[in-house]
């Protein structure tokens, strides 16, 4: 199953697709909800109303695009490129995440306008299929 979910970051909207996870589930039930973004290099991450267990598949190699959760943080993350731990110009999470689903649509230029402190807004977009 496809949940669609909207990200709204500043002025900009974001389409994204989560995958049908146990944490992933968890965020659905818990939309809509707002936090206050943070970035580490290329990667956009914000605290969330939900608790989950690492995953057996979680990794910290990632793509442009995905969406995660870092459980350590009870926090979404977003790559869009390098963050201070990669080793090549692949995204790395700081520590395994759990994947969660992907953008859409990826607009680099949107989210490297993202700053700390930017308010996001996440919500069900369409319904699920």
Same mark, same amino acid.
């Given at each position: 199953? !496809?949940?669609k979910i909207m990200l709204v970051l500043g002025r900009h909207e974001f389409r994204a697709e989560l995958n049908d996870s146990e944490t992933s589930s968890k965020i659905w039930k818990a939309l809509p909800f707002e936090a206050a973004a943070s970035t580490? /290099?290329?990667?956009i991450y914000f605290g969330i109303p939900v608790?989950?267990?690492l995953e057996p598949d979680a990794s910290s190699e990632r793509e442009i695009g995905d969406i995660c959760y870092w459980v350590e943080g009870s926090s979404m993350c977003i790559f869009f490129g390098r963050t201070p731990a990669s080793t090549s110009d692949r995204p790395k999470a700081a520590a395994? !995440?759990?994947? *969660? /689903?992907?953008l859409v649509d &990826?607009? &680099?230029k949107a *989210?490297?306008?993202i700053k700390d402190g930017d308010l996001i807004k996440i919500s069900r977009h369409g319904g699920a299929e």
């Open positions: 199953m !496809v949940r580490w /290099g290329n990667e608790h989950a267990a395994p !995440v759990n994947y *969660l /689903g992907r &990826i607009d &680099i *989210l490297n306008a």
